[in-house]
């Protein structure tokens, strides 16, 4: 499997939020309104302007308060789920070069409730006029113009890499060493399903609760694709196995 991936050390982050504004500006999407709801996480989630967030969470830890920030976008399946779920056969295509999935105009054809049910992260939106669905594309032009994502051009931190898969994958498993030094409970999130790594610096669900796959409810939620979705429930049971 090769193509390209993402790896996000979530260890990094900030939450400075250059990725979110870099998304924006680089697809000239506009700003919309929104609304306080008591974080510094603003917009309160994606939508069909809003491809990239950064989701902040609060968690008490021992007495403590911790910030948990994830920088939030599609994780580029390698058997995407949402591919899956669509009955036209150009409207989601995978770029055969870097493993992009991406979304085309073509999607308004589509159901969008079943589009939006088969992704196990919560990713794709809709626009309500013209019934388009919507999604990171990882800068798809860019890259193969041979340049990085914008979200991964302006992360001044080294919280976003991004590369051949195979270096992508040997960046996380040796960073993923380095932080169980300071972080025992480091993992990194579904890494042989997905083309976005991340490395945590605690359990998954401490940052939000579509950072791991919810792969069991894909079968219920999407039922003419049970097959191929089982399949993808069972690819993430052995490594979370493995990562506890
Ligand atoms: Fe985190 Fe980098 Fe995005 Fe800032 S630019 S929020 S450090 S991923
Ligand atoms: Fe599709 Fe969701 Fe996977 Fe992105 S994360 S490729 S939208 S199933
Ligand atoms: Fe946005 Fe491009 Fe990053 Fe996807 S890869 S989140 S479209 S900047």
């Given at each position: 499997?090769?193509?390209?991936?993402?790896?996000?050390?979530?260890?990094?982050?900030?939450?400075?939020?250059?990725?979110?504004?870099?998304?924006?500006?680089?697809?000239?999407?506009?700003?919309?309104?929104?609304?306080?709801?008591?974080?510094?996480?603003?917009?309160?989630?994606?939508?069909?302007?809003?491809?990239?967030?950064?989701?902040?969470?609060?968690?008490?830890?021992?007495?403590?308060?911790?910030?948990?920030?994830?920088?939030?976008?599609?994780?580029?399946?390698?058997?995407?789920?949402?591919?899956?779920?669509?009955?036209?056969?150009?409207?989601?295509?995978?770029?055969?070069?870097?493993?992009?999935v991406?979304?085309?105009e073509?999607?308004?054809?589509?159901d969008?409730?079943?589009i939006?049910?088969?992704?196990?992260?919560?990713?794709?939106?809709?626009?309500?006029?013209?019934?388009?669905?919507?999604?990171?594309?990882?800068?798809?032009?860019?890259?193969?113009?041979g340049?990085?994502?914008?979200?991964?051009?302006?992360?001044?931190?080294?919280?976003?890499?991004?590369?051949?898969?195979?270096?992508?994958?040997?960046l996380?498993?040796?960073?993923?060493?380095?932080?169980?030094?300071?972080f025992?409970?480091?993992?990194l999130?579904?890494?042989?399903?997905?083309?976005v790594?991340?490395?945590?610096?605690?359990?998954?669900?401490?940052?939000?609760?579509?950072?791991?796959?919810?792969?069991?409810?894909?079968?219920?939620?999407?039922?003419?694709?049970?097959?191929?979705?089982?399949?993808?429930?069972?690819?993430?049971?052995?490594?979370?196995?493995?990562l506890?």
């Amino acid at each position: 499997m090769s193509g390209k991936s993402f790896f996000v050390d979530l260890t990094k982050c900030t939450a400075c939020r250059d990725c979110q504004v870099a998304c924006k500006q680089w697809k000239k999407l506009p700003g919309e309104k929104t609304r306080n709801m008591g974080s510094y996480q603003n917009p309160p989630d994606l939508s069909d302007v809003t491809l990239r967030l950064v989701r902040f969470s609060e968690q008490e830890i021992g007495g403590k308060m911790h910030w948990f920030f994830l920088p939030d976008q599609c994780r580029h399946c390698l058997d995407a789920p949402c591919k899956s779920g669509a009955s036209l056969p150009d409207s989601i295509i995978v770029d055969p070069d870097t493993g992009a999935v991406v979304y085309k105009e073509k999607t308004a054809k589509e159901d969008a409730a079943t589009i939006r049910s088969s992704c196990p992260y919560d990713i794709p939106r809709v626009n309500k006029k013209t019934k388009i669905i919507s999604k990171c594309d990882m800068c798809n032009d860019r890259v193969k113009a041979g340049k990085l994502p914008a979200c991964v051009q302006s992360c001044p931190t080294g919280t976003m890499n991004f590369g051949d898969r195979e270096a992508m994958l040997a960046l996380a498993k040796k960073s993923l060493a380095d932080a169980k030094k300071k972080f025992p409970g480091a993992q990194l999130v579904d890494e042989e399903s997905v083309r976005v790594i991340f490395l945590t610096q605690d359990k998954p669900a401490l940052y939000a609760k579509n950072l791991m796959a919810d792969a069991s409810n894909i079968p219920a939620r999407a039922p003419r694709e049970y097959t191929r979705q089982e399949l993808f429930a069972g690819l993430m049971k052995p490594v979370r196995s493995i990562l506890g």
